[in-house]
C-alpha cells in the first residue's frame, strides 16, 4: 500500500490534476492521496497559499475581501469545471472561502494558520470530487477525524507522537482517501499548518501512521539532482540516497523535499521515491535506510550561503576547562545559535547564520567575548558559502577528502574550513561565497562524470 504526495505544481491547473488522476488510476495500491494547494502554473504566476496570505493581511487591514476570494476560488473552478465536477463540491469551496470574513480577529492567534490551511482543504475536497467523477471510489479525509494531532506552534507545528496511533486505525481504507496536507489540529481542536511547503511532512506522518510500503512524493523534477543545475550543466540524477544522505542535502539548499519531511518516515524505515508527474515512468530517486555503498561514494553536492565564522584562538586554549562553554554561553545570551564549531589546539571556530547578526549586535557580541575570554586573536569573516561533499560510501574509501582539496586547490579556492564528522557522511567546507558555483563545479566534475 502506497501513500502518495502531490506538490502544488501537480494540481495547479486542470491540465495538471488530469495526470494526477491518471498516476492514481494507474496503481490500485495507491490508496491515501495527500494534496498540496494549487500552485504555480507559469514562473509568474501565484500560489493558492500566497494569495491565502495576502488575504489574511487584507483582512487584518479590514479592506474588502471579495477579490481575492473570487481569484482564489477562480483557481479552482478551472480545474472542478474541466472534470465536470458535481456543482456541491464548488459550492462548498466558494462558502468556505467565504467564511473566513466571518472569523474574528482578536484574540486568535491560528487566525493566520486558519487561513493559510484552506487552500490544502479545499484542494483535497475539489480532488476527492474529481476522482469520483473519474469513476474511482475517493473521498476527502479531514486531518482531524484521520488522527493529524499536532503542537499547538501556528505556522511551525511539530506532529505529536500519539497521532501515529491514531492515523493507524486508518491503515485498510474502504477506496481511496484524499487528505489535505500542510495543517493538523491542535488537542484543543486549533488548526496550525507545519512550516511552508509542509505538505511533504504530512505525506510522510501518514505514510509512517498506516506503515505504508512506499510514500511517493510527486513534484515537478524527474528525481533529486546530484548538484544544483543551475550551477552545474545537466547534473546527474541519484538514484538512490540514504536518509541521513538526504539530510545533509536538506539542509545545504536542497529543497526538493522539506527537510524535516524525513524523519517520520526514517523512524518507520518507509522508503520514499521523488518522482515526477509530468513523466511518471521515470523511476525517481528513492531514500532508503541503507544503499549499496560501493557504487558510488559521494552521492551529491551541496551548497547554501550566508554564514559568518567567529574564530577566537588563546593559547593554552586546550587546558582551560570550560573555556568552549562560556563561549557558547555567550551565544546563547544573545540568542544565537551556532551551525558547525570545527577546532584545533588552541583556536576555535564557530559558524553561525548571519541572519541573526546586525551590525550593533556583532558588536556587542565581539566586545563581551573579548572581555570575558580574553582571547589572543578575535575575528568575524562573513559571506561564507558551506559546501557540502555528501556520500557514506567515504567510510569505506580512502581519499575523498584529498580528492576534494586538491581539486579545489588546483581551482585556487581557499578553505576557511574543513569540518567533517565521525558519522563520515559529508565533509563540509568553508569558502567565500564568490567561489561557491566554481567549487561546486569542480566538485562534480571530480565524483561524477
Ligand atoms: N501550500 C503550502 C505552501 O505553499 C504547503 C505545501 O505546498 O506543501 O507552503
Request: proline share 4%; net charge negative.
Amino acid at each position: 500500500m502506497k501513500v502518495i504526495k502531490f506538490g502544488g505544481s501537480s494540481l495547479a491547473s486542470s491540465e495538471q490534476v488530469a495526470k494526477v488522476v491518471a498516476i492514481v488510476k494507474d496503481d490500485p495500491q495507491r490508496r491515501f492521496v495527500v494534496v498540496s494547494a494549487p500552485g504555480k502554473r507559469s514562473t509568474e504566476d501565484i500560489k493558492v497559499t500566497d494569495l491565502l496570505i495576502q488575504l489574511y493581511e487584507a483582512k487584518l487591514a479590514h479592506r474588502s475581501l471579495t477579490p481575492l476570494v473570487e481569484e482564489i476560488f477562480a483557481r479552482y473552478l478551472e480545474i472542478g469545471e474541466a472534470f465536470e465536477i458535481g456543482e456541491e463540491h464548488l459550492a462548498a469551496i466558494r462558502i468556505d472561502l467565504e467564511s473566513i470574513a466571518a472569523l474574528p480577529i482578536e484574540n486568535n492567534p491560528h487566525l493566520y494558520d486558519h487561513i493559510l490551511s484552506r487552500g490544502e482543504d479545499n484542494n483535497a475536497k475539489l480532488i476527492a470530487g474529481i476522482l469520483q467523477a473519474q469513476g474511482v471510489t475517493a473521498r476527502y479525509v479531514n486531518p482531524r477525524d484521520l488522527g493529524m494531532l499536532v503542537s499547538d506552534e501556528p505556522g511551525n507545528a511539530r506532529v505529536l507522537y500519539k497521532a501515529y496511533n491514531q492515523i493507524k486505525k486508518w491503515a485498510q481504507p474502504d477506496g481511496v482517501l484524499v487528505i489535505p496536507g500542510f495543517f493538523g489540529y491542535t488537542e484543543e481542536g486549533n488548526i496550525c499548518t507545519f512550516s511552508r511547503g509542509g505538505s511533504d511532512i504530512s505525506g510522510s506522518i501518514v505514510a509512517a501512521g498506516v506503515k505504508a510500503d512506499l510514500y511517493e512524493n510527486f513534484t515537478d523534477v524527474d528525481g533529486i539532482f546530484a548538484a544544483h543545475p543551475g550551477y552545474v550543466h545537466k547534473p546527474e540524477i541519484m538514484k538512490e540516497l540514504t536518509y541521513r544522505e538526504m539530510r545533509e542535502l536538506a539542509y545545504a539548499g536542497f529543497t526538493v523535499f522539506h527537510d524535516e519531511a524525513l524523519m517520520p518516515s526514517f523512524r518507520a524505515k518507509i522508503p520514499v521515491v521523488i518522482k515526477n508527474t509530468n513523466n511518471p515512468n521515470c523511476r525517481g530517486t528513492k531514500i532508503i535506510p541503507e544503499r549499496d555503498l560501493t557504487e558510488k561514494p559521494v552521492v551529491g553536492i551541496a551548497s547554501d550561503e550566508g554564514f559568518s565564522m567567529i574564530y577566537i584562538s588563546k593559547y593554552l586554549m586546550n587546558r582551560e576547562i570550560g573555556f568552549t562553554r562560556r563561549v557558547l554561553t555567550i551565544l546563547e545570551e544573545f540568542g544565537i545559535g551556532y551551525e558547525h564549531m570545527p577546532s584545533g589546539i588552541d583556536d576555535i571556530s564557530i559558524v553561525i547564520r548571519s541572519n541573526q547578526l546586525d551590525d550593533d549586535l556583532q558588536e556587542q557580541l565581539m566586545r563581551k567575548i573579548a572581555y570575558e575570554i580574553d582571547p589572543d586573536e578575535l575575528r568575524i569573516t562573513h559571506d561564507l558559502s558551506m559546501i557540502m561533499v555528501v556520500g557514506e560510501g567515504m567510510r569505506q574509501r580512502v581519499g575523498i577528502t584529498a580528492e576534494s582539496t586538491a581539486a579545489l586547490a588546483r581551482k585556487r579556492i581557499n578553505l576557511e574550513m574543513i569540518n567533517q564528522g565521525s558519522s563520515e557522511v559529508s565533509i563540509m567546507f568553508g569558502i567565500h561565497k564568490e567561489q561557491e558555483k566554481l567549487a561546486i563545479r569542480t566538485l562534480y566534475y571530480t565524483f561524477f562524470d
